[in-house]
Nanobody, 128 residues
């Protein structure tokens, strides 16, 4: 299983970015793919998650209404559309998956315990 995150960059507050997670191998046979982020000095946290069997989604409260997670079957990607970005969204963003978890685990406090396969991360900086 390989995951590769891309699409990060620098934007001003209120701007938009679209991240993509290219997933290969057995990832598409798993239950879910999630997006996570880690800001400097903070714990890694779950941002959004999509179930691969029915496309149901879940979001952390701080991004609801601003971020949208979706899958692109043609490109084999899971994308994160981020609108109305705020400085507090600045972080390295990662995508991850695991054969044994669903989106109920994307808010877990010890993410590494549940999510085994991680992409390399992409930096998102929101600053004026």
């Amino acid at each position: 299983v390989q995951l590769q995150a891309s699409g990060g960059g620098s934007v001003q507050p209120g701007g938009s970015l679209r991240l993509s997670c290219a997933a290969s191998g057995a990832a598409w046979d798993y239950h879910a793919i999630g997006w996570f982020r880690q800001a400097p000095g903070k714990e890694r946290e779950g941002v959004a998650c999509i179930h691969l069997d029915n496309d149901s989604t879940d979001y952390t409260d701080s991004v609801k209404g601003r971020f949208t997670i979706s899958r692109d079957n043609a490109k084999n990607t899971v994308d994160l559309q981020m609108n109305s970005l705020k400085p507090e969204d600045t972080a390295i963003y990662y995508c991850a998956t695991d054969p044994g978890v669903h989106c109920g685990y994307f808010r877990a406090s010890n993410l590494a315990l549940y999510w085994d396969y991680w992409g390399q991360g992409t930096q998102v900086t929101v600053s004026s």
